[in-house]
């Protein structure tokens, strides 16, 4: 069974801070995907990332899968309210369907 | 409109009744997903299909039935269903190219079990 592990779980933090969230497994995934759930709503994708030590920006936020394919992270630089949500990961491995992370509550204070 | 649709969006039941949720999309996509959410905690996959005659179980399908009437429709079933299956469920579908497999999700059914 492939696992991914995020952390921190909550985290809350005043507007114009920086966060990293992070996405860990002891599993290789071919790719590695970022969600943003909002409340009432379903996720949305955010990002896909599939090579090694790969980095991808999308406006203030950076993603960058792990040199071996095992982790991930996502910084936020400056974070805004519009923020807010739950930022999920989730390893993609051949033809199975997507591992999903225990995902991250984000709250931002103005 | 919508390409991910799921009906009821909100349903209250009582222990022990048949429960069914209905999901359809017009998105073309052969693979469709059940994901059961509890509060504030991530998504746990319940069933998946990736074609009309294919079903697979999830981490989660104790408790849980599926039918895939079409490519577009994909329906749960809590053939009796308990306290402990009160969650948000979503249905969702992908279109697998290469090494990714990008999920739309729908809006959701929130379900409580009394």
Redesign the interface.
């Known amino acids: 069974?492939q696992l991914l592990e995020?952390s921190p779980q909550f985290l809350s933090i005043q507007e114009g801070e920086n966060l990293t969230v992070y996405c860990n497994s002891s599993s290789v995934f071919?790719?590695l995907?970022w969600?943003r759930q909002e409340p009432?709503?379903?996720?949305?994708?955010l990002v896909?990332v599939?090579t090694g030590g790969e980095v991808k920006k999308l406006k203030r936020l950076t993603f960058q899968f792990g040199d071996a394919r095992k982790d991930s992270s996502l910084h936020i630089t400056a974070a805004q309210p519009g923020d807010t949500g739950?930022y999920?990961c989730?390893g993609?491995a051949g033809?199975r369907?997507?591992t999903?992370?225990?995902?991250t509550?984000l709250q931002v204070q103005p | 409109d919508a390409d991910v649709t799921q009906t009821p969006r909100n349903r209250i039941t009582k222990t022990g009744k048949r429960i069914m949720l209905e999901c359809s999309q017009t998105k073309g996509h052969d693979r469709m997903y059940w994901y059961r959410q509890d509060p504030g905690l991530g998504l746990q996959l319940i069933y998946y299909s990736f074609d009309v005659k294919d079903i697979n179980k999830g981490e989660i399908s104790d408790g849980y039935s599926v039918s895939r009437q079409a490519q577009a429709k994909f329906s749960l079933s809590l053939e009796s269903a308990i306290p402990n299956q009160t969650a948000l469920y979503f249905c969702a579908t992908s279109d697998h190219r290469g090494l990714t497999d990008t999920q739309y999700f729908g809006p959701g059914t929130r379900l409580t079990v009394l």
């Open positions: 069974t995020q071919s790719s995907q969600y009432g709503e379903g996720p949305v994708l896909t599939v739950l999920l989730a993609g033809r369907a997507l999903f992370g225990s995902g509550r």
